[in-house]
């Protein structure tokens, strides 16, 4: 690929919702037309906050669909620090995840997606905590270069710069950032690198969309002063499309899935308000692109092609879109000429998908198969179809990688599709497919993404295409399309998938914790996955040489492409506690494969293929436990339960139709998962049987649990009160309250090292008030915080033991916390005689 093409395949990349998914657009004539009124507008407004899920999708499809602005949001972080109420997974598989609900959504409000480097590494209280684990330089760095990129008129902010501390840290921090950069944007020797890219900008003005929220209550807002606000009655409803902007919104807020955000639409006026932070004032209150030209005249030689879009969108036929395409083309050759590079590129781009779209084209690029290996032969499938009377013709074909397709000069008749079969040869040294932010190994607070062109772009890069150069009245149209793969499904029907690029073998862990409590050897299983046919090698497991592995490698055999086969190391612990990381990998032809294949899979996104490197963790604990029987309920989704077997529980899962005294008669202990309260309705016809299994002797461990709403009355057999509180330094001094109580000392001596190593926070959402019976064990706070006591309670009731506790297991447990661990094992052990 050259140089020009990289730049444009970067460009498109960026900001051109029509790549974001592997399914073809096949707009109507009513999108059609919405789109050739945007083509009118020349002002973009780009939208500020932390996190997926902080956007107000309101703002965003107003500006998007009702103003017909260019609209974007910068979301700092992928969200990887947040909880996931649809899976298991957690850290950057969920932050993938979220970037793709992120990108869902934008597909439905009209806006365009962006992120920085910045690593959601778990909630922070204050921005000056925030700004030390991010790489402040580097976060301002990325913002800069994606609004000088993006180019926006107007900045708003999600969050207000100046109430640090009552809120998200990360939250406050993405105020600061974006106001620190308003006026350095403009500076040429500002991160000046960038400019060998990109040209610098200056945003006209910046807004704070301040609510309710900020002001404390709404009874206090409706008393508030809002006249200097700018006031936008955003409640618009659209005959077009027969939806108000709030329904549109809400489909929008509805792909964050795995925070649970489902939001059902309203109709009629709503008010959002602007506050005005820096840049010129705006003499408009119903107006943030007040005094600034968002027609065509902003551009040399725009005029005429403001006029000649508005005659098109005068005389658009709804029942015949292609009566539009010559008047269309005549445009897209004056904007070729224009001298302004920036809404060239834009409205080049708008234009493109307009006239595909008036001529009813239809393209696309299928793989024979879902992944392929660097140095394999690809079999694709092209078909090209024009449902118009007016003439196109394929001039030519380019594909990446390149090939020869001997297909030119081909004229598309009217509702004529034609196929071709062609073979691509893939790179050997081509990239395998997989989030560019997580190839390289990052810090607590960054990932690391060394291509500058990179910086900002939302999903995977993918970069097996096919570009159909395509003539219009001897006007050429290049028309690119990402191979993709596709099948027919006998439920759902045709299903799309995204190609991949895979290695020839991936190997797997299956234990990603491993916990020895004694000298005994354990059987430790590698998954290995072929990427190809026919493939043979040896995989290994690679420990430190105080762990005795056996054997050294193992041969393997696999006969077609993707399936697995697991094979079996045996490990010997050292006799003194230790803890490894491990690593598998595979030699197949004298090339080692060091990759794990994780495939996120959920309906509402498309499929996500992240390669990491094959690792676990082996633990030789100093740890007692006894032989309870337990039962989980899940909650909102965590792997407890397997790391419990781990430690050689016997556990059973347990659905909530199933409780019953009898059935949990044989359980000396019950645990609900993490958010059960929050997410399973039906606990609210069982709590009165769990409370008389902890009355009649048992113990019932209950994680923690939001303050939003309950499906229960009682959370607890006394009064409990869960409030916000929480301890967000994972390395918070630990003071053990009760050093003598039973929690704390059977069958493991609990200290305050056993706090030491934890990941992310050590604990969220504790009670605050509670009933006297409960006693708190241990104490812990956040710097120049008081010390919060919420995080363990225990409470006898009858002849058991009823615990609830916020300390984060469901992350330390899976991360080989060992003090996690003994503390866990003598929590389950509470009821049992010494």
């Known amino acids: ?104 959504a934008r597909k439905i409000d009209g806006g365009a997606q962006f992120f920085t480097r910045a690593n959601d590494f778990g909630f922070s209280k204050i921005p000056d905590e925030t700004l030390q684990i991010w790489n402040k330089e580097q976060v301002l760095e990325d913002m800069a270069f994606i609004i000088r990129k993006f180019k926006p008129d107007v900045i708003i902010n999600r969050f207000d710069h100046r109430s640090p501390g009552t809120t998200h840290g990360h939250h406050t921090s993405s105020a600061l950032l974006s106001i620190e950069l308003f006026d350095k944007l403009n500076d040429p020797n500002y991160f000046k690198e960038q400019l060998k890219y990109t040209t610098t900008w200056q945003p006209k003005r910046l807004f704070f969309n301040t609510s309710w929220w900020f002001y404390g209550g709404r009874d206090k807002f409706d008393k508030a002063d809002k006249s200097k606000l700018i006031a936008l009655d955003i409640g618009v409803f659209n005959p077009l499309t027969g939806m108000s902007n709030q329904e549109i919104a809400a489909l929008s807020r509805s792909r964050h899935q795995s925070q649970g955000f489902g939001s059902t639409g309203t109709r009629g006026e709503e008010v959002e308000y602007l506050e005005h932070i820096k840049g010129e004032p705006s003499s408009n209150q119903k107006d943030i692109f007040d ?30 879109p292609s009566a539009s395409i010559p008047n269309l083309i005549e445009v897209y050759q004056k904007v070729l000429k224009l001298e302004d590079k920036h809404w060239r590129e834009i409205k080049l781009e708008e234009l493109k998908n307009i006239i595909l779209a008036c001529s009813g084209v239809f393209i696309e690029a299928v793989a024979q198969v879902q992944s392929a290996t660097p140095g394999s032969t690809l079999k694709v499938k092209l078909e090209a179809v024009n449902r ?55 810090t607590d607070g960054m990932y690391s993404v060394n291509n500058q062109e990179n910086i900002g772009l939302p999903d995977i890069i993918r970069t097996t295409k096919v570009i159909f150069n395509l003539s219009f009245n001897n006007i050429i149209i290049p028309v690119e399309r990402e191979v993709i793969y596709k099948y027919n499904d006998e439920v759902k029907g045709e299903v799309y998938k995204p190609f991949d690029i895979v290695p020839a073998v991936t190997t797997s ?58 094979v079996y190391f045996e490990i010997t612990p050292p ?45 030789k604990l100093d740890i007692q436990i006894k032989n309870e029987k337990i039962a989980y309920l899940m909650g909102a989704g965590d792997e407890v339960p397997v790391y419990l077997s781990q430690m050689g529980y016997e556990v059973t899962l347990i659905k909530p139709e199933e409780i019953t005294l009898a059935y949990l008669n044989p359980f000396q202990t019950v645990i609900i998962g993490i958010r059960a309260y929050n997410t399973v309705n039906e606990l609210a016809y069982k709590q009165e049987i769990l409370f008389e299994f902890v009355k009649n002797g048992g113990t019932l461990i209950v994680q923690y649990n939001t303050t ?26 630990v003071t053990l309250l009760e050093p003598e109580h039973k929690a704390l000392n059977f069958p493991n001596k609990i200290t305050s090292k056993d706090f030491t190593g934890w990941v992310q926070e050590q604990g969220l959402y504790y009670p605050d008030e509670w009933d006297e019976r409960f006693v708190p064990l241990i104490a812990s706070n956040d710097y120049k915080e008081t010390p919060k006591k919420g995080a363990l309670l225990i409470a006898n009731y009858g002849k058991g033991y009823y615990i609830y506790t916020g300390l984060s297991f469901f992350r330390e447990l899976p991360a080989g916390v060992s003090g996690a661990y003994r503390l866990f094992s003598n929590l389950i052990s509470l009821g049992t005689k010494p």
């Open 575 to 619: 006799v003194k506690s230790d803890e490894i990381e491990v690593s598998s990998y595979a030699i197949v032809n004298q090339k080692k494969y060091t990759k794990e294949l994780i495939t996120i899979q959920y309906d509402h996104i498309n499929q996500q293929q992240v390669l990491l490197d094959s690792k676990a963790k082996f633990n």
């Open 291 to 320: 005094g600034i030209d968002v027609s065509w005249n902003r551009v040399k030689n725009g005029k005429e092609i403001g006029n000649l879009i508005q005659k098109i969108e005068q005389n658009f036929n709804f029942s015949n």
């Open 509 to 566: 862990i299956l234990d990603k914790v491993k916990i020895f409590n004694s000298q005994s050897p354990k059987s430790v299983g590698v998954k290995i996955k072929s990427g190809q046919d026919n493939l043979d090698g040896f995989v290994y497991l690679d420990a430190s040489k105080e762990w005795k592995i056996v054997p050294d490698k193992i041969a393997f055999s696999i006969a077609k492409k993707g399936d697995e086969k697991t």
């Open 388 to 442: 118009s009377p007016f003439k196109i013709t394929i001039q030519s074909i380019e594909t990446f990688p390149h090939s020869n397709p001997n297909i030119q000069s081909i004229v598309l008749e009217n509702n004529k599709p034609q196929f071709w079969d062609i073979d691509l040869k893939i790179d050997e040294n081509q990239d395998y497919t997989a989030p560019y932010w997580l190839k390289e190994q990052g």
């Open 708 to 733: 939003g709403k309950l499906t229960v009355k009682e959370l607890a057999p006394y009064p409990l009160k869960i409030s916000r509180d929480r301890v967000t330094q994972e390395d918070a001094p």
């Open 1 to 104: 690929m050259n140089r020009i093409a990289q730049l444009f395949f970067c460009f498109f990349l960026l900001f051109s919702p029509y790549l974001w998914s592997q399914k073809p657009e096949k707009p109507s004539a009513v999108t059609i037309y919405e789109q050739i009124q945007k083509l009118n507008f020349l002002g973009s407004v780009l939208y500020v906050a932390a996190h997926p899920d902080d956007e107000n999708t309101r703002l965003i499809s107003y500006y998007a669909n009702h103003v017909k602005a260019r609209t974007g949001y910068l979301s700092l972080t992928r969200g990887d620090g947040g909880q996931n109420l649809i899976g298991t997974e957690l850290r950057e598989l969920l932050g993938v995840i979220r970037t793709q609900e992120l990108l869902e």
